[in-house]
């Protein structure tokens, strides 16, 4: 008996080590991540702008110019304002689509920026890197050819399904932010828990893939916004695939 | 000599009874560290990578502790301010100097333009997303047609009024028709495209419909169908090369 409990002691002792270590591995990650953004775009050529006002001056100046990068290619562009709690797609400059975020939700880590790694950070455009949606973004449907006219179906049009479904989507984009655009009071639905279970093992195995090798994992900034369930659709299937993303916070 | 067996029978019992409970018991343990483990992987390590952001001070404060007065005045604000003069004039120098349309495929509908200002909304139908087959079971071979609206920036070509709609090969193919000559009479139908069309090039048009109950939804072989007072609308509006932004 009192060796079962030794064992066990030494068991348990040995998981809470680990989850312990675990922890504090987590913990540092975002210090670690600050650090080094802030270190990398700590010599930036943006001026110390003196001031609150003077910085977020600079803060939509920096918005600006990555606006304006992207209105000089042919793609569409997603525009990202959360200080206007705005959406918008982008085509050489003229605004295509506008929407108006319902919710916000970001990193903690933003805040912890510093004055130039801010500017640096987001005065260029974002390149999406990959993407996963729970909506496909063509979804064709095949049509046999009738043989003869007796075969002929007449023209039919399906009503919009789009109350019924899930609508979300991610992008991740170089210099490591994730964006999660989704559908005011997402739906729950079977599709929808599907997808979250397989972004979750994604992201949840690379993490515990770092742990194992007890080194801190990386830690990726990230912004959730809700607008209406059309607007997220037309979004996403109007972006190319490694399109373009200006985000203002 | 029986009651040493009987002994012996219930010791041994006892013994494969804890043996089963030692493993239960085991495997129950093992199982429930697991599901700690997991869950805490789970929920506690992403929260505990969040809080760990928190342990810096914020480098920066919200909009809302802006005191307008600190700069006012001052040369970076001057700086700053010609900065974002020169960028929100290089973006509204891309705007069309004559009026646009805007078609979202996604929804079915169209804006139109003059700058900033909406001239006018409603709704529109767009390529179905169809893919029609065609079998040639005698020659072995297949035909495709997508029907989608195609995306990107075009511009008016042409501009029609009483437009002649020439059926292409796949509107045959579709209603189980032999495919005609190419100038044949029975390609070329009246009244289809409506009073107005505008030529996007590539066989794609901004026309009206029959079938206006389907507006709003996508079901066109890749042509923009209007509604009659949007259709003359937009040909009124519309010169020939202006833009069409589709999406």
Excluded at chain 1, 114 to 135: A, M, V
Excluded at chain 1, 168 to 173: A, P, Q, R, T
């Amino acid at each position: 008996m009192k060796k079962t409990i030794i064992i066990l002691a030494v068991f348990f002792g040995i998981i809470l080590l680990l989850l312990g270590t675990f922890s504090t591995l987590s913990l540092l990650s975002p210090i670690r991540a600050i650090r080094a953004l802030n270190h990398e775009y700590s010599g930036s050529t943006v001026s110390d702008a003196g001031t609150e006002q003077d910085y977020h001056l600079e803060r939509k100046a920096a918005f600006l110019k990555a606006r304006a990068e992207m209105a000089e290619s042919d793609s569409v562009c997603l525009v990202i304002d959360l200080t206007d709690s705005l959406v918008m797609l982008e085509l050489q400059g003229v605004m295509l689509l506008r929407s108006r975020i319902a919710k916000i939700e970001s990193s903690n880590i933003f805040k912890r920026f510093n004055k130039n790694t801010y500017l640096e950070y987001f005065s260029r455009s974002f390149e999406i890197d990959t993407d996963y949606s729970i909506f496909p973004k063509e979804a064709f449907i095949i049509k046999q050819a009738p043989k003869d006219t007796t075969e002929t179906a007449p023209p039919v049009a399906k009503p919009d399904t789009l109350n019924k479904e899930a609508v979300c989507f991610n992008l991740y984009l170089d210099r490591n932010l994730m964006i999660d655009i989704r559908q005011i009071d997402t739906l729950k639905n079977k599709q929808y828990l599907e997808y979250h279970k397989f972004l979750r093992k994604e992201r949840i195995g690379k993490q515990i893939e770092s742990l194992l090798r007890f080194s801190v994992p990386e830690y990726q900034p990230w912004i959730r916004i809700e607008i209406p369930a059309v607007d997220v659709k037309s979004i996403y299937k109007a972006m190319p695939n490694h399109g373009q993303v200006a985000v203002k916070l | 000599m029986a009651e040493k067996g009987k002994f012996r029978e219930k010791y041994n019992t006892s013994k494969e009874f804890r043996a089963t409970v030692n493993v239960v018991s085991g495997t129950v343990v093992l199982l429930l560290t697991l599901m700690i483990v997991y869950s805490f992987m789970l929920h506690v390590l992403p929260a505990a990578m969040e809080s760990g952001a928190n342990l810096i001070p914020a480098s920066f404060s919200d909009k809302d502790d802006i005191n307008p007065k600190d700069s006012a005045g001052s040369d970076v604000k001057n700086d700053i301010d010609k900065k974002i003069a020169d960028l929100q004039k290089k973006l509204d120098k891309q705007l069309p100097k004559t009026p646009f349309l805007v078609v979202n495929t996604t929804q079915n509908k169209f804006y139109l333009y003059s700058g900033k200002k909406l001239l006018r909304e409603g709704m529109c139908s767009t390529g179905s997303y169809t893919l029609l087959v065609k079998s040639d079971e005698k020659k072995g071979n297949e035909q495709k047609w997508i029907f989608k609206t195609p995306k990107g920036i075009f511009r008016i070509r042409e501009k029609k009024t009483a437009p002649v709609w020439k059926k292409p090969d796949w509107a045959f193919v579709e209603e189980g028709l032999p495919i005609p000559s190419p100038n044949h009479p029975s390609r070329f139908e009246y009244g289809t495209l409506g009073d107005y069309a505008l030529s996007l090039g590539d066989g794609y048009m901004i026309h009206g419909t029959l079938y206006q109950r389907f507006l709003g939804m996508p079901v066109t072989h890749g042509c923009i169908r209007l509604g009659d007072a949007d259709l003359e609308a937009v040909y009124k509006t519309l010169s020939s090369g202006a833009k069409v932004y589709i999406y």
